[in-house]
C-alpha cells in the first residue's frame, strides 16, 4: 500500500509541478492554473485515506514525498537563483523591488481588513496605497511605514481564520510550499484577486510573477541554516512552524498561549476550530459553516 | 574610608550583568542583555567573519544565565517529560540546551543592519508569567516579530520560551520529540540529539 502511494504521489507530483511553473513563467493564464490547482487539492486530500496517524497531518506520506522534492528542487534552482539575484542587485535594488510588490499587495491587504472587521487597519492600508503609489514613486519607496502607517500582512487564508474556519489537512504543494487546506482556498482567491494577473502583456505579467517568486526567496535566505541545523527532522520542523505561524497571524501576532503543562496531546498547534473573534465574525462562522470549523470535511471523511 | 567606597564601587560596576539579574522588571532584563550582546557582536570582528565558536561564548555568558532550560525542556518535550527520571530529564535538558544555543549563535554570525525595538510593555507587580514583545527592524522586508516569554523564579526572571514571527522555538519541537520518543523511548530522544549535536560540531569544526 505504501509503495503504491508513493507512486501515485510522486506522479501526481510531477503533474503538479508543471502547473507550479505557471507561477513562474509559464504563457497560461493565470487564473485558469489556480483552478487546475484548485482542482488538484481534491486529488490530493482523496489520498488523504491512505496515510498518516497524525491527526493535523493526514497527508503526511504524500506531504513528505512532495517536501523533498521541493527541497530537491530548491536546491538546484530556486535557492541558486536567489543567492544570485542577491549578489547581482545592490542593497537599494532589492529593497525597492521588495517595496513595490509590497505595494501591489497592500490594497487587497486592506479589503481583508475590511472583511475581517479592522476599517481601522484598512484605512491605513488604502493610506499606505495613496502614498506609496505618489509620493513613493509607484511604490519603490515605503515612505508610509517612515511616517507611521504600519504594513500589515493580511490574506484570504487569514479572512476565512478569522471568520471560525478551521484548518483542514496540512498540503505541502509542488513549489508553492505549504499551505492548508484552508489556505490553498484562501491563496487562489488572492490569485484572483492579485492585480499582477489582470497584466495583458503576457511577458511583463510573467516577468513581475518570476520576480516575485525570487524576491520572496531571497528574503528567506538567512533562515535556511538556522532551520537546517536547529530541526531534527526538517519536514515537521517546517509544518510546525508553518502552523504556528499561520495560527499567529490569524491573531495578529497576539494568539492566546496553549497550556505550560503539557497535557494537551498536540500541543498548542491542534486547537481548531478557533474562538470567533468577534458578533461579526460569529454570525459568519455560523452561517458559513454551523460552527463545524472545517472547510473541507472531505478531508476528514476519507 | 573613601577608598574602600571607590573600590566597592567598582566592583559593583564590574558586576552589571548579576545586578541586573536579580532586580530587574523582565522588560529591562531583555532589554539590557539585548543591548548588551548586540553592542558586543557589532564591534567583534570574529563574531561578524562567521565564528560560530565565538559567538557560543558570548551566549554562554551573557545569556545563558538569563535562561531556565528544565522549563525549556519540559515545555519542549510535553506530555512525556512526565515519564522521565530526573537523569534523563538533565540530560534532555543539557542536549536541547546545546542545540538551541548553537542556533541562536549561529543566528548572531549573520547579523548585519537589523535593529531591535522593544514595544510598551505592562506588567502587574503580582503578575509572576509575562510577555517582552520586541520587533526587529531590517533593510528589506517587514519587520520580525520577536517575543520573549518569562517566570518570575528565586533567582530572579527567567526566560522560558522565544518567540520569532509567532513561531515558538520552544514548543516547535513537541511533534519531532514525541516521534522520537515514539520510535526508541526518552533514551532514544536524547541519543538523537547528542547524535545531532555531534554532527553539528564536526561540520562546524570542519568549516573553520
Known amino acids: 500500500m505504501k509503495a503504491i502511494l508513493r507512486i501515485v504521489a510522486l506522479r501526481h507530483a510531477a503533474n503538479k509541478h508543471q502547473q507550479g511553473q505557471i507561477m513562474i513563467g509559464s504563457t497560461t493564464h493565470p487564473k485558469s492554473g489556480t483552478c487546475r490547482i484548485l482542482a488538484a487539492a481534491g486529488l490530493a486530500l482523496v489520498l488523504a485515506g491512505c496515510a498518516g496517524s497524525n491527526p493535523k497531518d493526514p497527508l503526511e506520506g504524500y506531504n513528505r514525498a512532495i517536501f523533498s522534492f521541493n527541497e530537491g528542487v530548491d536546491k538546484v534552482a530556486l535557492k541558486p537563483l536567489a543567492q544570485g539575484y542577491e549578489a547581482a542587485v545592490p542593497l537599494p535594488g532589492r529593497v525597492g523591488i521588495a517595496n513595490f510588490f509590497g505595494n501591489v499587495?497592500?490594497?487587497w491587504i486592506g479589503v481583508n481588513n475590511l472583511l475581517q472587521g479592522k476599517p481601522t487597519n484598512a484605512a491605513v492600508d488604502l493610506g499606505r496605497v495613496l502614498i506609496n503609489s505618489t509620493a513613493g514613486i509607484g511604490g519603490l519607496f515605503d515612505i508610509a511605514s517612515e511616517v507611521g502607517l504600519e504594513k500589515h500582512e493580511e490574506d484570504f487564508g487569514q479572512t476565512m481564520?478569522?471568520?471560525?474556519?478551521?484548518n483542514g489537512a496540512y498540503i505541502v504543494w509542488p513549489i508553492i510550499g505549504p499551505r492548508t487546506a484552508r489556505d490553498t482556498l484562501g491563496f487562489g482567491v488572492d490569485m484572483f484577486a492579485d492585480p499582477v494577473g489582470y497584466l495583458d502583456r503576457v511577458r511583463l505579467r510573467n516577468s513581475l510573477y518570476g520576480t516575485r517568486f525570487v524576491d520572496t526567496r531571497a528574503s528567506l535566505l538567512p533562515t535556511d541554516k538556522a532551520i537546517d541545523e536547529a530541526s531534527l527532522d526538517k519536514y515537521a520542523y517546517v509544518r510546525d512552524a508553518y502552523l504556528q505561524r499561520r495560527r499567529s497571524l490569524i491573531y495578529d501576532g497576539?494568539?492566546?498561549?496553549?497550556d505550560d503543562d503539557a497535557a494537551i496531546p498536540g500541543g498548542v498547534l491542534s486547537r481548531a476550530p478557533m474562538e470567533p473573534i468577534d458578533a461579526v465574525s460569529h454570525l459568519v462562522l455560523t452561517r458559513v459553516n454551523g460552527g463545524s470549523g472545517s472547510l473541507l470535511p472531505m478531508a476528514e471523511r476519507q | 574610608m573613601n577608598?574602600?567606597?571607590?573600590?566597592l564601587l567598582f566592583a559593583v560596576s564590574l558586576l552589571p550583568g548579576l545586578a541586573v539579574a536579580q532586580n530587574a522588571?523582565?522588560?529591562a532584563l531583555v532589554k539590557t542583555v539585548t543591548d548588551e550582546v548586540l553592542q558586543i557582536v557589532r564591534t567583534d570582528k570574529a563574531i561578524q567573519s562567521g565564528s560560530t565558536s565565538r559567538a557560543i561564548d558570548l551566549v554562554e555568558q551573557k545569556v545563558l544565565p538569563h535562561f531556565d532550560f528544565m522549563h525549556m525542556t519540559r515545555l519542549a518535550v510535553g506530555k512525556d517529560w512526565r515519564s522521565a527520571s530526573p537523569d534523563q530529564q538533565k540530560a534532555l535538558a543539557g542536549e536541547f540546551k546545546t542545540l538551541l544555543v548553537r542556533t541562536y549563535s549561529n543566528a548572531l554570525t549573520s547579523y548585519k543592519d537589523q535593529a531591535v525595538d522593544f514595544k510598551p510593555f505592562?506588567?502587574?507587580s503580582s503578575d509572576t508569567d509575562v510577555l517582552v514583545r520586541s520587533e526587529i527592524r531590517q533593510p528589506t522586508g517587514r519587520p520580525v516579530q520577536l517575543d520573549y516569554n518569562l517566570a518570575k523564579e528565586a533567582g530572579g526572571w527567567k526566560v522560558y520560551d522565544v518567540i520569532v514571527a509567532g513561531v515558538s522555538l520552544v514548543t516547535n519541537y513537541r511533534e519531532q520529540f514525541?516521534?522520537?520518543v515514539r520510535?526508541?523511548?526518552i533514551d532514544g530522544l536524547v541519543k538523537s540529539l547528542k547524535k545531532r549535536n555531534a554532527e553539528l560540531s564536526a561540520s562546524n569544526s570542519a568549516a573553520k
Do not use: C, I, N, Y
Open chain 2, 25 to 27: 522588571a523582565p522588560d
Open chain 2, 122 to 124: 505592562k506588567m502587574q
Open chain 1, 105 to 107: 499587495g497592500d490594497l
Open chain 1, 254 to 258: 497576539r494568539p492566546p498561549r496553549g
Open chain 2, 183 to 185: 520510535a526508541g523511548g
Open chain 2, 3 to 7: 577608598r574602600l567606597f571607590t573600590s
Open chain 1, 161 to 166: 481564520g478569522r471568520w471560525g474556519v478551521g
Open chain 2, 178 to 180: 514525541a516521534q522520537e
